[in-house]
Every structure is written in structure tokens, then in C-alpha cells.
């Protein structure tokens, strides 16, 4: 029995989704993706011109990106040239489910008056480890191609040791690098000491992080601060997988002349980088 969905803007992950929708005989209902060459061979996916012509009385399930928003007003739609108004989405959906990825507590109050139920995928915690070992890969790649330096022996600090940190932390300490951790909760200092890494706390860094070859961030909140960033060395590469606004200041990396890439959402495999303070974009 086929189904309808409406899927508005998200990522690769989310083109690969409706792909397999389409193949097992459903409608879908596309907005935000009209750059998705692929999906246009498809005769059961229709490109809607307008968000109110996609979310059709006969969808259900509305499929959103992951995350859903980097900046709290419109959702992630790297496919698209339109920018979607979250508010705008939310009105739309009345009455129906939508399903997407890290989704704020300021959307959940909008569904709240819209009769929106809301699944967010990133709250299972199966499907979080799984981002979470891409989006590690995926940091080691970007530190492979970006330094001359091989990750063999290299003075590695990861700052944070959540999900992330944890498992990137094991795979550059296979690579054999001197891996060290920063976390400020001492029962997170203790699990770094168990798991055989080197530790320090967020709230001492300072002259020591001129030690370091390769610094990555995985904490959403600043950590390396203007003044923090006077004692990172020349030719260290910064690599910063938080969120916006992120946890390096960025202003501090362009006049310091240091190589930084903010590394956004890499399981979709694209990235920000800033290169000595030239904004490009960055395709793994």
C-alpha cells in the first residue's frame, strides 16, 4: 500500500531516504530540493513550486532535515536556493507528524499550537552513535587532507567528551596519535583516564595549548577564546565540528593566520572552512 510524504529540504541523507521511498511505489511531495538532480528521474516524486503545495491534505508524515535548523529561523535546505521559514513550515503542517533530526525546544512549542506531533530520529540513541562515528571519520579525513603531518605520533586535543570526543578519541589513538582530552566534569576527566587518554580540563587551557599539531572542537559553546587563541602555534589545524556558533573563535583564526574548518554536519559530507580567512566551501 503506497503512502504519501512530503519531504522539505535536508541533506543527502534525506535524498537517499526519499529515493527509497519512491523505488517501493509512494508519492512524494518534494520542497527545498530542487537541486537534487537524482530525484528528478523519479515520475512519483513531484517538485512543488510552493510549501503549501507539497504538505497535500493526503500527507501525513512531513520528513524534515537533520539537524533541522543551524540558525533557529530556517531549516537546513543545502539543495535548495529558497530559504524556509521554520515558522512558515510549522503553520503548514497542522495536525501532522513531522519527522526530522535535532530538533530545538522553540519547535516544539510551535507544534504545540499547530497540533504538530514531532519525531526527532536524533533522540533514539541507536541512530546517534551511528551519526556519531561518521562524523568522527569524517574529522579524521578532514585532518589527513589538511596538514603535511602525518596523525602518527602527532599531539592530538580534543575539546569535549561527549559522544563525539569518546569516539573520535579512540580512533586517532589508533592511528597512534598522542591523544589528550579536555572536559571540565571531573567524572568525564575520569573516563578519559579510563579509556588511556591523556586529560586536562577546559578550564585550565591555556600556554599548554601551544603543545598541539591538531586541535578539534566538539563542544557548542566558545572554548577557544580570543585569549586562548595567542597561544595556539602557527601550523596547528583547528577543526571545529560544533554547531553554530561553534566552539573557536573564528575572527581570532583569520588574524592569526591559522588554518580552521568548521566542520558542519559531516555525515552529510560538506563542511565550512575558513583558510586563512578566505570562507570557501568544502566537499569531503
Known amino acids: 500500500m503506497s503512502t504519501s510524504f512530503a519531504i522539505i529540504g535536508g541533506d543527502l541523507r534525506v535524498i537517499k531516504l526519499a529515493q527509497m521511498l519512491a523505488k517501493d511505489g509512494n508519492k512524494i511531495y518534494a520542497y527545498g530540493l530542487e537541486k537534487a538532480e537524482e530525484l528528478k528521474n523519479y515520475n512519483n516524486i513531484i517538485f512543488a513550486e510552493k510549501l503549501s503545495k507539497a504538505i ?13 535548523s543551524s540558525n533557529g529561523t ?9 530559504e524556509i521559514s521554520i515558522r512558515e513550515l510549522m503553520h503548514h503542517l497542522n495536525a501532522k507528524i513531522l519527522i526530522a533530526g535535532s530538533i530545538t525546544p522553540d519547535v516544539y512549542d510551535m507544534a504545540n499550537d499547530e497540533y504538530i506531533e514531532i519525531i526527532d530520529i536524533m533522540k533514539r540513541e541507536e541512530l546517534a552513535v551511528l551519526n556519531t ?11 589527513i587532507a589538511n596538514t603535511n603531518k602525518i596523525i602518527h605520533g ?10 563525539i570526543g569518546k569516539v573520535l ?15 571540565r566534569k571531573d567524572e568525564d576527566l575520569a573516563w578519559i583516564r579510563a579509556y588511556g587518554h591523556k586529560e ?14 591538531l586541535i578539534i572542537n566538539t563542544v557548542p559553546h566558545l572554548i577557544l577564546t580570543k585569549e586562548r587563541m595567542k597561544y595556539v602555534k602557527d601550523d596547528c589545524l583547528l577543526i571545529d565540528l560544533a554547531s553554530n556558533p561553534g566552539g573557536i573563535d573564528k575572527k581570532s583564526a ?9 566542520a558542519l554536519a559531516l555525515p552529510r559530507k560538506s563542511s565550512t572552512c575558513y583558510n586563512s580567512g578566505i570562507y570557501k566551501g568544502y566537499s569531503l
Open 154 to 163: 602527532s599531539n592530538v586535543l580534543i575539546l569535549g567528551f561527549g559522544r
Open 133 to 143: 562515528i561518521s562524523t568522527a571519520e569524517g574529522a579524521i579525513e578532514i585532518a
Open 56 to 68: 497535500k491534505e493526503d500527507v501525513e508524515v512531513v520528513i524534515g532535515p537533520i539537524p533541522f
Open 74 to 82: 530556517t531549516i537546513n535546505a543545502p539543495f535548495s536556493e529558497k
Open 169 to 183: 578519541a579512540r580512533k586517532m589513538a589508533g592511528l597512534s596519535a598522542k591523544v589528550t582530552c579536555a572536559a
Open 200 to 213: 586536562t580540563n577546559i578550564n585550565v587551557l591555556g600556554e599548554n595549548l601551544a603543545e598541539y599539531d
Open 254 to 262: 583569520k588574524d592569526k593566520n591559522l588554518k580552521l574548518i568548521w
